[in-house]
């Protein structure tokens, strides 16, 4: 299993869009599952979208639900976070992660064990 890395963070003002890329080189089908967490200051990491990567289907926390679209790119080995309606409250450094294992589905979180490094979200009110 190689490094997940990530891009597409930036600033945006509320009420924007960006896009968040999260590849895998040559090694996507090693897991079961990808997903998106974030961690803002002063706050518990927390799981945001998850996808079983052979079946693709979704998971989402309650306060992305309808903004934010988890999806994949198997030939490319690489998952995308599109996120939509932005919010202040969204701003959060978020890292792409990765299961093995994920019998629970994709919001099994505890079996999210492989890590990018994380990339900056900033919205801005």
């Known amino acids: 299993q190689g490094q997940l890395v990530e891009s597409g963070g930036g600033s945006v003002q509320a009420g924007g869009s960006l896009r968040l890329s999260c590849a895998a080189p040559?090694?996507?089908?090693?897991?079961?599952?990808m997903g998106w967490f974030r961690q803002a200051p002063g706050k518990e990491r927390e799981g945001v979208a998850g996808?079983?990567?052979?079946?693709?289907?979704?998971y989402y926390v309650d306060s992305v639900k309808d903004r934010f679209t988890i999806s994949q790119d198997k030939a490319k080995n690489t998952v995308y976070l599109q996120m939509n309606r932005l919010k202040p409250e969204d701003t959060a450094m978020y890292y792409c992660?990765?299961?093995?294992?994920?019998?629970?589905?994709?919001?099994?979180?505890?079996?999210?064990?492989?890590w990018g490094p994380g990339t900056q979200v900033t919205v801005s009110s």
């Open positions: 996808i079983a990567v052979s079946g693709g289907s979704t």
């Open positions: 040559g090694y996507m089908y090693l897991y079961n599952c």
């Open positions: 992660a990765a299961a093995g294992v994920c019998r629970g589905g994709p919001d099994s979180w505890s079996g999210y064990t492989s």
